[in-house]
């Protein structure tokens, strides 16, 4: 930007107004930007909450049947192999989250994490079925 020689012509509206135009613009973009953020922050807030809210708190007592999650990493596990090991029987609990459960077949004991462990739900029971044979129609 070139400055004019008169200090008269200075305060001309020509050279005012794009300075005038450019600082209102960086203070609207300042201003958006400020907004997204804290759009954003209030955003992550909510989502945080809401996910807070569906994780499931796991009550366990001591006694209970529990399936141990298989974490050994594989890399081509197969598809109909089950991902939970057990039953197994709880105990002793620990305040930090950490249970100590004993093996049904091995008796062996070990802790792990309450994460790692879901509820054991023995299989329904099943009525005896009547077997019918069929005989061949008589024509």
């Known amino acids: 930007m070139k ?13 005012i107004e794009p300075i005038v135009q450019e600082v209102f613009e960086l ?14 922050e209030i955003e992550d807030k909510e989502t945080k909450v809401f996910h807070v809210a ?6 366990f007592t001591i006694g209970q049947k529990v399936l141990l999650q298989h974490s050994k990493l594989k890399f081509f596990p197969g598809k109909l192999r089950s991902r ?10 620990f ?4 249970v100590e459960i004993q093996s049904l077949k091995t008796k062996n004991t070990f802790k792990v994490n309450d994460h790692q462990l879901k509820e054991y739900r023995k299989g329904f029971q ?14």
Do not use: Q
């Open 3 to 15: 400055f004019p020689d008169e200090p008269d012509s200075l305060c001309t509206l020509s050279i």
């Open 27 to 40: 203070d609207c973009k300042n201003k958006s930007e400020e907004d997204f953020l804290d759009k954003l």
């Open 54 to 59: 569906r994780i499931s708190k796991k009550n």
């Open 84 to 93: 939970w090991l057990g039953p197994h029987v709880i105990t002793k609990i």
């Open 95 to 98: 305040a930090n989250g950490a």
């Open 126 to 139: 099943t009525e005896p079925v009547e077997i019918m044979y069929l005989e061949d129609p008589i024509l």
